[in-house]
């Protein structure tokens, strides 16, 4: 009998309850409720019970332990000290380990650990695997019969399925019996076959049954190549697709109804598995989010802080990928605010700040991003110290007398920058800002900075919501193709009737009105140092493309209006100059490229 | 001599149905119950070599019967006769100490081998 189906469905389930585990403990750290203490002996009970049943005795025998030790403390026979909260800490993260270690392959006890009762280790363990016949009836009373009789010759290890399932009606009357013992098989045979309706029986060595070390796919990561490529494919057919129906459209005389009918169907079907594929490549970002607040625990500890980590928004869903590449840069974002931004707890308290520090990782949804924030109530980024240093190092000019938050963040995502000096209670080797922002980049999002003195630091992450393909808005600028995302499209007007105001803004911009809305005019050819065109235009005259982006907007001025539609979105290297203004490419349907213009950036 | 039997069934026609079959396989039929309290009481009375029980019955059901008839007698060979879908309950049994079971409606050979087995057993 396969097992591997249910190891699957084990490792699923035991990490969940793990996870819950964990956050019970938690929970027991801030207010000893022997309540929590029932949540993780509900745990790891049912961790022992499916351990038992797939036969995995190392988890077995540490969660039987685990629940031992748990017992007495959820009866309140046994205080819940310090100590004992730590032994349930241990406790879970050896737990744990055992699991994992099952996922390997490495099911039995090893002979070193000391457990309660440990069996022998088998060197004659068999498996009786039975197929009752296929009208049998009330097979599950029939498998009971059987297992009766073996268990009269035998020791019985387990069974496959569990015996629990075999009244259930999904049971099928193929079931296995693992077990221990010298009979001989031809005794085993017949008395099983004496139970009755037994269609099949047969007697093997255990070794050959084992499963394979398991290695048990995790519900979450998925071979990236794969899944890039699928989503290429089905990126590529989208845009094969409009080609198509352009291409029959264009076709002259009157139109072949068969061919417009499958073309109208193969189009809805490749819209809706491009849906599907992306879709399925959406997860919450709880897959993420759930591994810190036990991280930044026990790291507070390590520095002798007190900081807890709440979540919030972690039903918001990002693309499976940005989800796996977002992990390393969050983790810096965090130990950053734990080693620098927080204070020790008594210095908070001298200020008047609760000795225990707030840490919140949040995720919400923007137009066309997931905005991911990493905020800190600590001590705020010194922005005074960090204007020296670069000013010495000279990133920026002396002239400069603050730093806004957005050059801030440019000095600390600068490469060369480190804010170790001699020796400075800041410490500061900003370790990981070029990381995360170099990695937020390549993601096609942005990074940003708030910060305030004394009051704490909040890191924003702005990233894509889905990748691979976009809607986009195709302009064309003096003689080249841009894509402009049209999710950040607000609207598309008229350049002649543009109603040019006198104030220029903070970066000395001229500045339009459009619907009220007063906006920088970004004239794309200048900034694309594309050539100027004449006015005069066969097109018909140029365009201000409206976009927003992070609550700010501007009015593109474009030469012309080519096409609004889907495009795949292939990323930039980032060492090409010249990418400053470009978040990505495309290649289009007639093989033309086009740059994706960073809206972010122009606004 | 022929091998005696006790039959444990609320409904005559039960009764009579396994009876008919019984006995033209050659077993004397010694003992008729209705109820689970009937079933030990008779068990104990006549110790037959073998008991068919049903399991729903008034005044204690098939199952605990089988469980007393059970204690009193470990060696006791009862065969349950159950209808289709009590699964759950016919486990029951078999853990309270039945040896085998049925199924109706009965088929004459699916009985007898049933009989065979919990004699043999």
Redesign the interface.
Same mark, same amino acid.
């Given at each position: 009998m396969d097992t591997s189906r249910y190891a699957a469905l084990f490792f699923t389930e035991s990490r969940e309850h793990l996870a819950a585990m964990d956050t019970a403990l938690l929970a027991i750290e801030q207010d000893r409720q022997v309540a929590h203490v029932d949540t993780l002996f509900r745990g790891m009970h049912t961790i022992k019970g499916m351990a038992a049943a797939m036969a995995f005795e190392a988890v077995e025998q540490v969660a039987h332990a685990l629940e031992a030790r748990c017992d007495p403390l959820r009866r309140g026979e046994v205080p819940l000290t310090d100590q004992e909260i730590a032994a349930l800490f241990d406790g879970v993260d050896r737990l744990r380990a055992t699991v994992d270690a099952a996922a390997n392959g490495q099911t039995a006890l090893a002979p070193t650990v000391a457990a309660p009762s440990s069996p022998p280790s088998p060197t004659n363990r068999r498996v009786i695997e039975i197929r009752l016949v296929a009208d049998c009836? !009330?097979p599950?009373?029939r498998a009971? !019969?059987v297992l009766?009789r073996v268990r009269s010759l035998l020791t019985v290890r387990s069974t496959q399925p569990p015996e629990a399932t075999?009244?259930e009606e999904k049971f099928d009357g193929a079931f296995a019996i693992t077990v221990e013992g010298d009979a001989e098989e031809r005794v085993i045979v017949e008395s099983v076959r004496?139970?009755?309706d037994v269609a099949r029986v047969e007697v093997v060595d255990a070794r050959d049954r084992e499963a394979a070390p398991t290695q048990v796919a995790r519900t979450v990561r998925i071979d990236a190549s794969r899944l890039d490529a699928l989503l290429d494919l089905a990126g590529e057919l989208v845009i094969t697709r409009d080609r198509l129906v352009r291409a029959l459209e264009a076709v002259d005389g009157p139109p072949d109804r068969q061919v417009q009918r499958a073309t109208r169907e193969t189009a809805r079907l490749i819209s809706a598995l491009h849906t599907e594929v992306l879709e399925a490549r959406m997860l919450p970002v709880r897959e993420v989010f759930d591994r810190f607040p036990r991280l930044v625990r026990d790291t507070a500890r390590e520095l002798g802080k007190e900081v807890m980590l709440s979540t919030e928004g972690q039903e918001i869903a990002l693309d499976r990928s940005l989800l796996d590449a977002i992990g390393e840069p969050l983790l810096h974002l965090l130990r950053n605010a734990l080693d620098h931004g927080m204070e020790l707890p008594d210095d908070r308290e001298r200020v008047g700040k609760l000795r225990s520090g707030q840490l919140v990782l949040r995720a919400a949804r923007d137009r066309a991003s997931v905005v991911i924030q990493v905020q800190d109530d600590g001590r705020g980024i010194d922005r005074d110290a960090v204007r020296t240093r670069a000013a010495a190092q000279g990133l920026i000019p002396d002239s400069m007398t603050t730093l806004s938050d957005e050059a801030l963040l440019n000095v600390l995502a600068h490469p060369g920058f480190s804010m170790a000096t001699h020796v400075s209670t800041l410490s500061g080797r900003g370790v990981g800002v070029d990381v995360v922002n170099t990695r937020v980049r390549a993601l096609g999002g942005h990074l940003e900075l708030e910060t305030l003195a004394g009051a704490g630091t909040v890191f924003t992450l702005r990233l894509p919501v889905t990748l691979a393909i976009a809607r986009a808005v195709l302009v064309r600028v003096g003689t080249s193709l841009y894509a402009i995302p049209a999710a950040q499209v607000v609207e598309v007007v008229d350049a002649e009737q543009r109603d040019l105001s006198p104030s220029r803004d903070a970066m000395q911009r001229e500045t339009v009105t459009v619907r009220d809305h007063l906006m920088p005019l970004v004239d794309l050819a200048v900034l694309f140092d594309e050539e100027i065109l004449p006015a005069t235009d066969a097109d018909g005259g140029q365009y201000l493309a409206v976009v927003e982006s992070a609550g700010r907007r501007a009015a593109l001025l474009v030469d012309g209006l080519v096409a609004q539609q889907d495009i795949v979105v292939k990323g930039l290297d980032p060492v090409r100059g010249g990418s400053h203004w470009f978040s990505g490419a495309t290649i289009l349907g007639d093989g033309t490229p086009a740059l994706i213009v960073d809206v972010h950036r122009v606004v | 001599m022929s091998r005696t039997v006790l039959i444990c069934d609320d409904a005559i026609f039960m009764r009579t149905m396994v009876g008919d079959i019984l006995s033209q396989a050659g077993f004397e039929i010694v003992g008729e119950a209705e109820t689970g309290v009937q079933a030990v009481e008779q068990y104990k009375a006549l110790r037959p070599d073998l008991v068919t029980m049903d399991i729903v019955m008034p005044e204690m059901g098939g199952i605990d019967a089988v469980r007393e008839i059970t204690q009193h007698d470990p060696a006791a060979r009862i065969l349950m006769c159950?209808a289709?879908g009590?699964?759950?309950l016919?486990?029951e049994a078999?853990?309270a100490g039945a040896k085998?079971?049925v199924?109706k409606p009965f088929q004459p050979s699916r009985v007898l081998?049933?009989v065979n087995?919990v004699l043999?057993?």
């Open positions: 009836p !009330l599950g009373v009971v !019969l009766a075999w009244a004496g139970a009755g | 159950s289709m009590q699964q759950a016919v486990v078999i853990q085998d079971f199924v081998e049933a087995r043999a057993a």
